[in-house]
């Protein structure tokens, strides 16, 4: 049974190293108040949000955003105040969750270790 699919472009979520940097594992995907990895996508959102105005004798990487659609361009100031609140990033579908035991006991409580989910055994697509 595949959980979850870690993806390159993913490269915190994927590993159990969010835990480290401050994820909590009892209420996924919040973390603690200040923490890490919390700072990080705060940056990331700030620097999608001004890069296309960003100076390009800057050395920092591209984040494309113009596939998440995260620039001044494309949101208004008030969505950026609410992603740096509540990132729609956070979610609990995520790799290290799954891996965490808190995860296999909720999949052991709706019935996945029995088989009792539908689609059992055929691909569904959570995006």
């Known amino acids: 049974m595949i ?16 835990y480290t940097l401050g994820e909590r594992v009892d209420t996924a995907p919040a973390g603690r ?14 620097y999608s ?17 113009e596939a998440r659609a ?10 950026l105040l609410s992603q740096l ?3 729609n990033w956070d979610e609990t579908d ?8 808190q995860a296999a006991q909720a ?5 996945w270790a029995l088989g009792k989910q539908r689609g059992i055994g055929h691909t569904q697509l959570s995006w």
């Not at 472009?9 to 190293?17: D, H, N, V």
């Not at 995260?70 to 969505?79: A, D, N, P, R």
């Open 107 to 111: 999949r052991g409580a709706e019935g």
């Open 94 to 101: 995520t790799l290290p969750f799954d891996c965490t035991f």
């Open 3 to 18: 959980i979850s699919v870690a993806a390159v472009s993913a490269p915190f979520r994927g590993t159990q190293l969010v």
């Open 33 to 46: 108040p200040i923490f890490v990895g919390s700072i990080l996508t705060k940056l990331a959102h700030l």
């Open 49 to 65: 949000y001004i890069s296309p105005i960003s100076p390009s004798f800057l050395p920092l990487p591209d984040l494309h955003t």
């Open 85 to 87: 609140r509540k990132s």
């Open 70 to 79: 995260l620039s001044y361009q494309q949101i208004s100031f008030g969505s």
